[in-house]
């Protein structure tokens, strides 16, 4: 009975290292809008993310409220009036990397990756795929990758006033250093 | 034997269900669980640093400079000769300043007993939720006014401190949900000089404001300063009702108003309204606010 219960200690154990993960809690996202009346960039550097390096799984979680602006107004409506940060907090992103097993995470090897998942902003879901690189910088994974979205998929608003200076298709810088947990 | 079994039987389970746990278990779920409790400061309680013509708990960011210009204008009633009052204007210029994101500064002149004011306001507690939870903003305004009108009897011995006045206020709001804010302000204004021994320097009143949003870009705003009786005997006195919409335009705030009062600050919005609603003491105004960014704020990038 005792060898049977430690065994079973030992599998749980065994299990729990095998679930090899990569985390950060301060990933970089900024966004930029360009348009010829105005340049607007936000970045936000409390990102979350996680990668299984087992199966390639990733994920990521942001407050839009993390996200700094120059300008304090510009933050200001951006929660209030475009994102309603108060309505919906947090972005979300879920996806897997392409063709993981091809990827050893090894050191130094700097890997085209692509990333397919769904992201999450103002309520709104939709599939993403991104190209971005990945390499193992002394046992920490670095990963960087950039995309845009248009704003009108995300159901958000511009208002009129304003329409002119905020760009339709916004684009977004992603770095992630993560750690062994 | 039958004790181990089903001691053996429930080691089992607990296996099946921890491993099982683990497999299902969502990476999203997990960066959740894993996220450090954050504090939510509630923002954009009214849309400007006015709610109509005084103050709300609002104050500029830290290095942001708002400039804005306020008009009043004649009774609505005062016929077409007059345009509705539209010949009529008094003006109001003014400079605010945040020196941090909860002290602002400001110097301003108004047309009305051509009176310069200096302002000093700030904001001491900020309504919170999430890590810390605080039910709403308070905020605290005071003002040193210069009246530089010629004296009304030369002939007397005038002092300087005859032309000084002051207000404070204290703002206390609350932003209940993303639709409506209530603020609260007690308020005292003090005249060194007053018209008539009978009236008393130092007033006391109460004011109430609601700020209710329509449309992202658009607020409906409500303004009450009740002025608490026995205080004036020189002159009627009424108190003052606002109504005023907020349109925002980017980096502009522009609002509309009416209300039975021409003030522009405390000193004739609180003591010196003798309009009413009914006989159609009814006048027209106007802010319109813009905001530079001096000071450009930090971004910190890994």
Known sequence: MKKLGILLIMLVISQHMQAQRYMTQNGVISFFSSTPVEDIEAVNNQVSAVLNAENGEIAAVLLMKAFSFEKALMQEHFNEKFVESEKYPKSTFKGRLENFSEIQLKKGDEEEVVIKGSLTIHGVTKDIEVKGELFNDNGIIDLQFAFQVQVADYNIEIPGPVKEKIAKTIDIDAHFKMNKM | ?302
């Not at chain 2, 509630?42 to 005084?54: M, P």
Request: proline share 2%.
């Open chain 2, 1 to 302: 034997m039958n004790m181990n079994k089903l001691t053996k039987f429930k080691l089992i389970c607990w296996l099946f269900i921890t491993v099982g746990g683990y497999a299902q278990d969502d990476l999203l779920d997990m960066l959740e669980e894993n996220q450090k409790p954050t504090t939510n400061f509630t923002f954009a309680t009214f849309k400007n640093t006015r709610l109509v013509s005084g103050h709300s708990i609002e104050t500029n960011a830290k290095g942001v400079l708002q400039f804005m210009i306020q008009h009043r204008f004649g009774t609505v009633n005062s016929g077409w000769r007059d345009l509705w009052g539209l010949d009529n204007s008094t003006i109001r210029i003014g400079l605010e300043y945040g020196i941090t994101d909860n002290l602002n500064v400001g110097l301003a002149r108004s047309s009305f007993l051509k009176t310069y004011d200096a302002m000093v306001k700030w904001r001491f507690l900020r309504q919170k939720s999430g890590a810390e939870n605080f039910p709403f903003t308070a905020t605290v305004v005071s003002s040193i006014y210069l009246n530089t009108t010629e004296w009304s009897d030369p002939e007397r011995e005038n002092f300087f401190s005859s032309r000084l006045s002051y207000h404070s206020a204290l703002l206390l709001a609350r932003k209940f949900n993303d639709k409506f804010s209530l603020q609260l302000m007690p308020t005292i204004v003090h005249n060194n000089l007053v018209e008539d021994t009978i009236d008393q320097n130092t007033v006391f009143s109460m004011g109430v404001g609601t700020s209710v949003k329509l449309t992202g870009s658009v607020r409906l705003n409500f303004e009450y300063y009740y002025l608490l009786p026995d205080q004036i005997f020189s002159r009627d006195t009424t108190n003052a009702l606002s109504i005023g919409f907020d349109i925002e335009t980017g980096g502009h705030v522009f609002q509309l108003h009416l209300s039975n009062s021409r003030g522009m600050n405390a000193l004739r919005l609180i003591n010196n309204t003798n309009g009413t609603w009914e006989n159609g003491d009814i006048f027209f105004g106007f802010n319109i606010s813009r905001v530079f960014n001096i000071v450009k704020r930090k971004q910190v990038k890994n």
